[in-house]
């Protein structure tokens, strides 16, 4: 498997214009998760899906950010309008962690490379 | 609210010396904990996990972590540095459904 695959890589940009960031996620995997990673606030939780399904979207900053997850294969995080502060990398992760399995988690997730995005 | 801490921002070793990386956690419930590794410009990794049993945890590239349950620590360890494990590191916690949140990160730094 090629791994979680995210696009674009790189991505400036000017205040007011709408970022969209794709995310593959691992064949089989249940889980997908967004990031976010600044120097000040870290690494957060933005949101995550179960089975396409968003399940807890309260990491997310404010209305502007949107995410979906139209299918297993594809996911998206969209910033409209974007603003300076929005700078920052954004990582999808894709896990095979099944609850209804019962058991601990695996805990492990498949980080893609990120997407760096850079709001003039 | 499950959480870690990290109360380093950056450990400096020397090449060959053992190294020791912070985590402190802050659970309700069983602890799951793991340890992260963040290479210049990728992606984080997985490095291992602490669920149940040993309290010493081996993983990948030489690492071991020791779960406290006293001291309520994990902290990461590793027998002899290398530069190549110069890196940033992140300590996380399993939450709720799913969940896992991460430290605020420690950076390692390997001098030759």
């Known amino acids: 498997d090629a791994g979680v695959i995210q696009s674009p890589r790189h991505e400036v940009t000017e205040m007011g214009q709408e970022v969209t960031l794709r995310c593959k996620p691992i064949?089989?995997?249940?889980?997908l998760f967004w990031y976010r990673q600044t120097m000040m606030r870290g690494l957060e939780l933005l949101i995550y899906?179960?089975?396409?399904?968003?399940?807890?979207d309260s990491g997310m900053p404010e209305d502007r950010f949107s995410a979906k997850m139209p299918n297993a294969s594809f996911s998206t995080l969209k910033i409209q309008p974007s603003e300076p502060r929005d700078s920052a990398v954004y990582f999808c992760?894709?896990?095979?962690?099944?609850?209804?399995?019962?058991?601990?988690?695996?805990?492990?997730?498949?980080f893609g490379e990120g997407s760096r995005l850079t709001v003039l | 609210a499950q959480s870690v801490a990290q109360p380093e921002d950056q450990v400096n070793v020397a090449e060959g010396n053992p190294l020791t990386v912070k985590c402190t956690y802050s659970?309700?419930?069983?602890?799951?904990l793991f340890w992260y590794v963040q290479y210049p410009n990728r992606g984080l990794q997985f490095l291992l996990k602490?669920?149940?049993?040993?309290?010493l945890v081996k993983g990948s590239y030489g690492f071991e972590a020791e779960f406290n349950k006293s001291q309520t620590s994990f902290h990461l360890k590793k027998p002899s540095a290398l530069v190549s494990d110069s890196a940033l590191y992140f300590c996380?916690?399993?939450?709720?459904?799913?969940?896992?949140?991460f430290g605020s990160g420690t950076r390692l730094s390997i001098r030759p």
């Open positions: 992760a894709s896990s095979p962690d099944n609850l209804l399995a019962g058991g601990p988690p695996t805990g492990e997730l498949f």
């Open positions: 064949s089989g995997h249940d889980y």
């Open positions: 899906f179960n089975n396409n399904v968003p399940i807890d």
């Open positions: 659970v309700s419930g069983n602890p799951y």
């Open positions: 602490y669920i149940t049993g040993d309290n």
């Open positions: 996380a916690v399993y939450s709720s459904a799913s969940k896992i949140i």
